[in-house]
């Protein structure tokens, strides 16, 4: 247990759907992450909100749409998915910089499994 | 931009034995994270290194941050089943003002009972 959960942990989803995933941190963490991990692929950084405040969207496709309404929750918003859109979504938080003024160890949640038929 | 490449790609070892592997940067890097994903399952921090030269364990895992500060080292000691998974090394993106962490690609580990 990291103290990040997720939900669900699994989704099977039509293209035409719209559902959200659901992100939880319990670690008084400021920033948040949201990353898919595709079959033999590396990890893939999708949004990052630090202090509630998006960061970057790493050129990732309108279909997926971040929210953070606070410092412990996060949820990714997705509608007209497609087929290759299938993958292990990951969401992760850390403290922020740390006095070394390096980023803090990320932690990660146990990801949501989608499926997009 | 920062890249981190990691070897060997995958292993396959028979239980008991001891397990090296690496990862290396083309530039500097101030911190490297080590991780292991399980079968499913989100990444778990299992080392974090700070300083060049610093050797750090936990349990039969053992770590270390390059003298050069571009490379680091994951071994497992008398390895068991449960060390199977995906290793991965990650350290921080010196290029960007916000916190965002950057990942090798893994070392996949399978463990022969």
């Known amino acids: 247990e990291t103290g990040v959960t997720q939900t669900p942990r699994h989704l099977v989803m039509g293209m035409t759907n719209k559902k959200s995933l659901k992100c939880e941190q319990h670690l008084g963490h400021n920033a948040m992450y949201w990353y898919k991990q595709s079959a033999k692929k590396p990890l893939e950084l999708m949004f990052v909100y630090s202090l509630e405040e998006r960061v970057e969207n790493n050129s990732v496709p309108s279909r997926f749409s971040p929210e953070c309404p606070n410092s412990s929750h996060l949820f990714l918003h997705l509608h007209t998915l497609q087929p290759e859109d299938s993958a292990l979504y990951l969401c992760?938080?850390?403290?922020?910089?740390?006095?070394?003024?390096?980023?803090?160890?990320?932690?990660f949640g146990p990801g949501t499994r989608l499926t997009v038929t | 931009g920062q890249q981190l490449n990691q070897s060997p790609q995958s292993m396959f070892i028979q239980e008991g034995e001891d397990v090296s592997m690496n990862c290396t940067s083309s530039s500097i890097f101030n911190t490297w994270l080590w991780y292991k994903q399980d079968p499913g399952e989100g990444p778990v921090l299992l080392i974090a290194?700070?300083?060049?030269?610093e050797l750090t364990s936990n349990g039969r895992l053992t770590a270390q941050f390059g003298i050069t500060r571009k490379d680091s080292f994951l071994n497992i000691s008398a390895s068991i089943p449960s060390d199977v998974g995906i290793y991965f090394c990650a350290g921080p993106d010196l290029e960007t003002s916000y916190d965002k962490v950057i990942f090798g690609p893994g070392t996949s580990l399978s463990v022969i009972p």
């Open positions: 992760a938080s850390s403290k922020g910089y740390s006095d070394r003024g390096l980023p803090y160890e990320q932690y």
């Open positions: 290194l700070y300083k060049a030269g």
